[in-house]
T-cell receptor, first 112, second 114 residues
Framework: SQQGEEDPQALSIQEGENATMNCSYKTSINNLQWYRQNSGRGLVHLILIRSNEREKHSGRLRVTLDTSKKSSSLLITASRAADTASYFCAPVLGNRDDKIIFGKGTRLHILP | DAGVIQSPRHEVTEMGQEVTLRCKPISGHNSLFWYRQTMMRGLELLIYFNNNVPIDDSGMPEDRFSAKMPNASFSTLKIQPSEPRDSAVYFC????????????FGPGTRLTVL
């Protein structure tokens, strides 16, 4: 198991702008997952990108993965107030007994 | 389709009392996780079950904490005796097969120990 490190720790942008969050990890992975947590709620899975994929889209979300740099980024385009949340990445080794260890996340605040 | 169900949603108790948190995973999911979240320590994995068997309990803070999964549709996390430092939000999550699969979180139980 390994923990991803999200960067920046906090990010404030104007509504309508794009938000980019980064994730770094240490060892080779099977896949990497991104989760969102709205204040006071449980985490919600956003997207999973496999180690043989370089980019993946889901609605306004775009995730990239660079396995050579051991990093991933999450781009939210045309941000909305509802995107205000904490975002966590989860690098997954894929072993049978592997588990997800969540880091501190990136706190995103969308300003009106 | 019901998601992960947790009860109670809020619990206020006094130091020294026993607290039991409950979780019903998504039907058909074979893995269940208990997490604790505080501002200071973030989101910590306490214990992870697979097919009702505890696989990893290395995150359980101390003997005051215990977790059981008597069947595939129910799990409990018990704290006895409770202490103020146990105040946190406790989340239960489940996944289809293993610890590395997509996890689905419940709404959490906010525990306050006075």
């Amino acid at each position: 198991s390994q923990q991803g490190e999200e960067d920046p720790q906090a990010l404030s942008i104007q509504e309508g702008e794009n938000a980019t969050m980064n994730c770094s990890y240490k060892t080779s992975i099977n896949n990497l997952q991104w989760y969102r947590q709205n204040s006071g709620r449980g985490l919600v899975h956003l997207i999973l990108i496999r180690s043989n994929e370089r980019e993946k889209h889901s609605g306004r979300l775009r995730v990239t993965l660079d396995t050579s740099k051991k990093s991933s980024s999450l781009l939210i385009t045309a941000s909305r107030a509802a995107d205000t949340a904490s975002y966590f990445c989860a690098p997954v080794l894929g072993n049978r007994d592997d588990k997800i260890i969540f880091g501190k996340g990136t706190r995103l605040h969308i300003l009106p | 389709d019901a998601g992960v169900i947790q009860s109670p949603r809020h619990e206020v108790t006094e130091m020294g009392q026993e607290v039991t948190l409950r979780c019903k995973p998504i039907s058909g999911h074979n893995s269940l996780f208990w997490y604790r979240q505080t501002m200071m320590r973030g989101l910590e994995l306490l214990i992870y079950f697979n097919n009702n068997v505890p696989i990893d309990d290395s995150g359980m803070p101390e003997d005051r904490f215990s977790a059981k999964m008597p069947n595939a549709s129910f799990s409990t996390l018990k704290i006895q005796p409770s202490e103020p430092r146990d105040s946190a939000v406790y989340f239960c999550a489940s996944s289809l097969r293993s610890g590395s699969d997509t996890q689905y979180f419940g709404p959490g139980t906010r525990l306050t120990v006075l």
